[in-house]
């Protein structure tokens, strides 16, 4: 079983940064394709970026720019650089876990909450 852990939410003011980290348990995470979403209230979960276990990168649209996914596999780990916080990127975080074997994103995290202030 792949557990995760995200951390690195908070309040911040608007134009601010955050960075989020999510750890992943186990051998394996090398191999996975690791993804960070997000959830607003009364919104549907919304994919904001991905890593593929080769380093290649996708964003949303809205998140282009301003936010860095990165990995350190050494450390089995996934992060999120988010710069110049919009009050719209307010929203629980979740990281995600893709196995090779599978097209979708079945592990997931907890969450951690992201305010960003006017």
């Known amino acids: 079983q792949v557990q995760l852990v995200e951390s690195g939410g908070g309040l911040v003011q608007a134009g601010g940064s955050l960075r989020l980290t999510c750890v992943v348990s186990g051998r394996h995470f090398s191999v996975y394709t690791m993804g960070w979403f997000r959830q607003a209230p009364g919104k549907q979960r919304e994919s904001v970026a991905r890593?593929?276990?080769?380093?290649?990168?996708v964003y949303a649209e809205s998140v282009e720019g301003r936010f860095t996914i990165s990995r350190n596999n050494a450390k089995n780990t996934v992060y999120l650089q988010m710069n110049s916080l919009k009050v719209e990127d307010t929203a629980v975080y979740y990281c995600?876990?893709?196995?090779?074997?599978?097209?979708?994103?079945?592990?997931w995290g907890q969450g951690t909450q992201v305010t960003v202030s006017s």
């Open positions: 995600g876990v893709e196995k090779p074997q599978s097209q979708s994103f079945d592990y």
């Open positions: 890593i593929s276990r080769l380093g290649s990168t």
